[in-house]
């Protein structure tokens, strides 16, 4: 017994010393490696009280307009209504006037309301949910899900700093994970207002980023206890023969390809095209590019991740509207031009002009209108 505690103290011992000789090897060498630091996602007072006016139990933040729905307001006014568009920043038409969205030249050339739920920020699974929360106060006879290609890496993630550090949205949000083929939602995790002081604490970016894809992608140590552990970790082997890394953002240009993600994103189109329905509506994706997007449509190809939204949308019959060929096909048509014409993040105050245009010619070819 007693040789048994003898090796059990010699063992305590070793493991001791190695770990003190680890903590002050890497408190010497720390700015040559690179850790991950919660607290790096900590927020200021300043910061919670900028974000706490856009906070949403449901979807994580909204843009909270005063108008009847929650929509974006309008400059046109007809008695009745015709579509329900839902999506992101694009859909919102970020940058431009309430006069110069694209749903507000659309309403202009049918006579009839069409509604601007986009929300700045959005992910896919975002914007399924806010159509769930939101349809049924407007009814109308289109609804459409508005996306880009990017949405998808937004959909994986559940605290935008963990995906992009300069973002400026600084909410958690709920996500979809697909189970059994099944979506399963994963609510917001700050459910009050007044619990936004959990942003300023770097445990609950730890809990949170069990849910995150992106959170610590590139698997980088921490500057924590048990230091031994970080020999053993691959980005300081890595770091330790070639240097630092020189760039740590995500790369998101990928992620339709993996099937786990793409299988995901699917999952919420079924789901928007079957609740649609199920509410008498006609469900239409609207795919909005980005510059990368039509870049590749001018060169005559397709985008990989464009492609399989596309080829996904068209086995299916679902009805797909597909800006890039607005947008591209206008760039196509006026090389000299050039994107600056109809962009500039997002589509500027011509482009919604083009991009209302070819919806219109879509829903008329469809005859959906007129």
């Not at 053993?232 to 953002?249: H, I």
Request: proline share 4%; net charge neutral.
């Amino acid at each position: 017994m007693k040789r048994l505690l003898f090796y059990l103290i010699f063992i305590f011992l070793t493991l001791a010393t190695i770990e003190i000789i680890s903590f002050v090897y890497f408190k010497i060498q720390k700015e040559r490696f690179t850790f991950y630091d919660p607290s790096g996602f900590v927020l200021t007072n300043e910061q919670i009280e900028k974000a706490r006016p856009k906070f949403d139990p449901i979807t994580g933040w909204s843009e909270k307009y005063k108008t009847s729905y929650g929509e974006r307001p309008r400059k046109n006014s007809f008695p009745d209504s015709l579509i329900a568009t839902f999506g992101d920043s694009f859909t919102n038409c970020v940058g431009v006037e309430d006069n110069e969205t694209w749903q507000h030249h659309l309403s202009d050339s049918i006579g009839k309301t069409v509604f601007n739920f986009g929300v700045g920020g959005f992910g896919m699974g975002q914007t399924l949910i806010h159509f769930r929360e939101n349809y049924d106060k407007v009814k109308t006879p289109i609804v459409t899900y508005g996306f880009t290609a990017e949405n998808l890496s937004r959909a994986i993630n559940v605290y935008r700093p963990f995906y992009f550090k300069r973002t400026g949205v600084t909410l958690p949000k709920p996500r979809f994970f697909l189970e059994n083929g099944k979506l399963i939602l994963w609510e917001t995790p700050i459910q009050k207002e007044r619990d936004l002081n959990q942003l300023q604490n770097p445990n609950f970016f730890i809990k949170i980023g069990a849910f995150d894809y992106w959170y610590n992608h590139n698997n980088l140590p921490h500057y924590s206890f048990p230091y031994t552990s970080i020999f053993f970790n691959e980005s300081y082997q890595y770091e330790l023969m070639n240097g630092k890394y020189d760039d740590l953002k995500a790369v998101n240009r990928e992620i339709w390809k993996q099937e786990e993600f793409a299988n995901l994103g699917f999952a919420m189109f079924d789901a928007f095209v079957e609740e649609a329905t199920a509410k008498g509506a006609i469900p239409i994706f609207v795919f909005i590019p980005t510059k990368f997007d039509n870049f590749a449509f001018f060169e005559d190809r397709l985008s990989g991740r464009h492609r399989i939204i596309k080829e996904y949308c068209e086995s299916k019959d679902y009805l797909f509207f597909d800006g890039t060929e607005v947008m591209g096909g206008w760039l196509k048509a006026n090389p000299e031009k050039g994107h600056k014409t109809i962009y500039h993040h997002h589509i500027n105050s011509f482009g919604t002009t083009i991009f209302a245009q070819g919806f219109l010619k879509f829903l008329k070819e469809k005859e959906l209108v007129e």
